[in-house]
Each structure stands twice: as structure tokens, then as C-alpha cells.
């Protein structure tokens, strides 16, 4: 679909068409503090001992147009990531230790692109469509599950001066200071 095919959602959001009918065939809304659409599809049977779920799942989707990307945040439990499909996905990583990392999530296997990743607990994420993609669906599974207790967002400012060599990618996708850094009270 052509992205002078556009549709108007009720809260006047401008999406092209193959966007606009993912977030209506799953069913997604955006993501509180990040934006990033998604849905979740899975909350285990089974309880941590703190009463959380013992598992989660949820597909997301990052798009050009509306803004759609995940800003920086850590959690406290690691996160396995899964591409659907679209175009490649950048996740940034930035590593207690000072070091950083990308990983490109992708369907071009011979240019090294992965299929799944690994993002272990603690380590700053953040991620958006490559390049000039469109659009991509991904999935995020965590065991112990996803709370919105786990979640700590990165502020630019304090992420900036402990990455200076990612100083781009946090100006671009830290959390602006005014912005708040946890979910809210309650979201699973």
C-alpha cells in the first residue's frame, strides 16, 4: 500500500493503510511512556510467588508514520525478542559496564541480520525501524513476566553522560526530562 493511502483513526492520527490494518487485525494500542504499539497475547496461568505472572508475551510494532520507536529503559528481567516481519529493527544497547551494542532484528539472514535476541536484565534498550523502513512487527517474551514494577525509563541527560559515544541515538531516543520514567500504577 502506498503511503499516499492513508486512513484517520478517531484520534486523528495520520496512518498509512498497511499500518493503520496491523493495529487493527491485532487489536494495539500504544505502549504507556514509550508509544510503541502493541498488544500483549500472553499472561501465564502460573504466578511468581510475589503474585506476578510467571510469564509474558506481547507483539509490537514500530512505524515511521505515526513515530513509533521504544525509548531508553532497562528491566530488571532479561528480554527475548522475536522478528515477525516488515523492514529490519535496530535494538541500541547500552551495557552496565559502558560498552555498547546494535543488534539488527531482521528477515535477511546472509546480511546478519537475527531473528531473535537477547536483551539481559540491566541493560539500557532501545529500539526503531532501520533505516528507511516503513514499518516492523515484533514480539518480546519475559520469564518472570512483564510488570510495569521491572520497568525503569533512561532519561537522556543522565544516559549522555555515561555514553558519550551514543550521545545520537540518546538525544533521539532517550526520555525527554519533563517525561515520565515508570508505567503506571498497575499496568501489566
Given at each position: 500500500?502506498s503511503?499516499e493511502n492513508?486512513v484517520?483513526?478517531a484520534d486523528?492520527?495520520?496512518?498509512s493503510e498497511?499500518?493503520a490494518w496491523?493495529?487493527?487485525?491485532?487489536g494495539?494500542?500504544?505502549?504507556p511512556v514509550?508509544?510503541?504499539?502493541f498488544?500483549?497475547?500472553?499472561?501465564?496461568?502460573a504466578?511468581?510467588?510475589?503474585?506476578?505472572?510467571a510469564?509474558t508475551?506481547m507483539i509490537?510494532l514500530y512505524c515511521?508514520?505515526?513515530?513509533?520507536?521504544?525509548?531508553?529503559h532497562?528491566?530488571a528481567?532479561?528480554?527475548?525478542?522475536?522478528?515477525y516481519?516488515?523492514d529490519?529493527?535496530r535494538l541500541?544497547?547500552l551495557?552496565?559496564?559502558g560498552s555498547s551494542?546494535d543488534?539488527?532484528?531482521?528477515?535477511?539472514?546472509a546480511?546478519g541480520?537475527?531473528?531473535?535476541?537477547?536483551?539481559?536484565?540491566?541493560v539500557?534498550?532501545?529500539?526503531?525501524?532501520l533505516?528507511p523502513?516503513?514499518?516492523?512487527?515484533?514480539g518480546?517474551?519475559?520469564?518472570?513476566g512483564f510488570?510495569?514494577?521491572i520497568f525503569e525509563?533512561?532519561?537522556?541527560e543522565?544516559?549522555?553522560?555515561?555514553?558519550?559515544?551514543?550521545?545520537a541515538?540518546?538525544?533521539?531516543?532517550?526520555?525527554?526530562?519533563d517525561?515520565?520514567?515508570s508505567?503506571?500504577?498497575?499496568?501489566?
Amino acid at each position: 500500500m502506498s503511503d499516499e493511502n492513508r486512513v484517520n483513526p478517531a484520534d486523528g492520527t495520520d496512518l498509512s493503510e498497511d499500518v493503520a490494518w496491523i493495529i487493527a487485525h491485532f487489536g494495539m494500542s500504544r505502549l504507556p511512556v514509550e508509544g510503541t504499539w502493541f498488544v500483549n497475547t500472553y499472561r501465564s496461568a502460573a504466578l511468581t510467588p510475589d503474585g506476578h505472572y510467571a510469564g509474558t508475551a506481547m507483539i509490537g510494532l514500530y512505524c515511521r508514520q505515526p513515530t513509533s520507536h521504544s525509548i531508553f529503559h532497562r528491566l530488571a528481567h532479561d528480554e527475548v525478542w522475536h522478528f515477525y516481519g516488515g523492514d529490519p529493527l535496530r535494538l541500541v544497547l547500552l551495557h552496565p559496564d559502558g560498552s555498547s551494542a546494535d543488534i539488527i532484528l531482521g528477515s535477511d539472514l546472509a546480511a546478519g541480520h537475527r531473528v531473535q535476541a537477547v536483551v539481559p536484565a540491566g541493560v539500557w534498550q532501545a529500539g526503531e525501524t532501520l533505516g528507511p523502513g516503513r514499518w516492523s512487527l515484533f514480539g518480546c517474551t519475559l520469564a518472570p513476566g512483564f510488570t510495569g514494577e521491572i520497568f525503569e525509563a533512561g532519561y537522556a541527560e543522565e544516559l549522555r553522560g555515561r555514553y558519550p559515544d551514543r550521545a545520537a541515538d540518546i538525544d533521539r531516543l532517550g526520555v525527554p526530562p519533563d517525561s515520565p520514567g515508570s508505567m503506571p500504577d498497575g499496568f501489566v
